[in-house]
């Protein structure tokens, strides 16, 4: 079992930045691919960004490639979204997600999820 908790959110002008934070607790947490999906009012959720179980490789959706960075710390049980450059169209719930074997980009694929953080960008 993995429990999955997000922090970090907030109001933040177009160009700022947040970095989030997602503390997970279990043993296998170093095991898991770990992902970033996001969802704005009346829209479904998408694909962020995610990580592998060593951190080596990640992949970002087109939309946030070359603002966000993902990272985990294995060490720490906690993975991060660093998002810079801001905009009004990433405002949305940020929700952590984890998976063993599964699609990384796939929301159906994640075995675990946080409750989310809310992230809102004011332009």
């Known amino acids: 079992q993995v429990q999955l908790v997000e922090s970090g959110g907030g109001l933040v002008q177009a160009g700022g930045s947040l970095r989030l934070s997602c503390a997970a607790s279990?043993?296998?947490?170093?095991?898991?691919?770990m992902g970033w999906f996001r969802q704005a009012p009346g829209k479904e959720r998408e694909f962020v960004a995610a990580?592998?179980?060593?951190?080596?490789?990640?992949d970002y959706a087109d939309s946030v490639k070359g603002r966000f960075t993902i990272s985990r710390d294995n060490a720490k049980n906690t993975v991060y979204l660093q998002m810079n450059s801001l905009k009004a169209e990433d405002t949305a719930v940020y929700y952590c997600?984890?998976?063993?074997?599964?699609?990384?980009?796939?929301?159906?694929?994640?075995?675990?999820w946080g409750k989310g953080t809310l992230v809102t960008v004011s332009s």
């Open positions: 997600a984890a998976t063993r074997y599964g699609d990384k980009r796939s929301s159906g694929a994640m075995n675990y």
């Open positions: 990580l592998d179980w060593s951190g080596g490789t990640t």
């Open positions: 279990g043993r296998t947490f170093s095991r898991y691919t």
